[in-house]
Nanobody
Framework: QVQLVESGGGLVQAGDSLRLSCAAS???????LGWFRQAPGKEREFVAA????????YYSDSVKGRFTISRDNAENTASLQMNSLKPEDTAVYYC?????????????????????WGQGTQVTVSS
């Protein structure tokens, strides 16, 4: 089991920056951490992911160039630095972890690849 706790959400204006953190704990090894988001009335969508050992990163097209995912192996934390925020970035952001290692962007972009989820943190971007 892996427990995930997100923090860092809030209300900001368009163009501002925000940094989300995800703290992981538990007995199961961490292979990767991903960030997903869900806006009201919409499906939960992939935002970014990072593999734990190699630090390979993946991004959705909508955030590439604006968001940066990183991890601290020693602290078992992952962060999502969000710059140039837009109103359409408004959503609940979830941290997630898969229960096994795999390879390739398609695996880490897929919601079903993740077995453990945090409770989510609200990000609201006003125009």
């Amino acid at each position: 089991q892996v427990q995930l706790v997100e923090s860092g959400g809030g209300l900001v204006q368009a163009g501002d920056s925000l940094r989300l953190s995800c703290a992981a704990s538990g007995r199961t090894s961490i292979y990767a951490l991903g960030w997903f988001r869900q806006a009201p009335g919409k499906e939960r969508e992939f935002v970014a992911a990072i593999t734990w050992s190699a630090g390979i990163t993946y991004y959705s097209d909508s955030v590439k160039g604006r968001f940066t995912i990183s991890r601290d192996n020693a602290e078992n934390t992952a962060s999502l630095q969000m710059n140039s925020l837009k109103p359409e970035d408004t959503a609940v952001y979830y941290c997630a972890a898969p229960s096994r290692m795999n390879y390739g962007a398609a695996y880490y972009r897929r919601r079903g690849s993740y077995d453990y989820w945090g409770q989510g943190t609200q990000v609201t971007v006003s125009s």
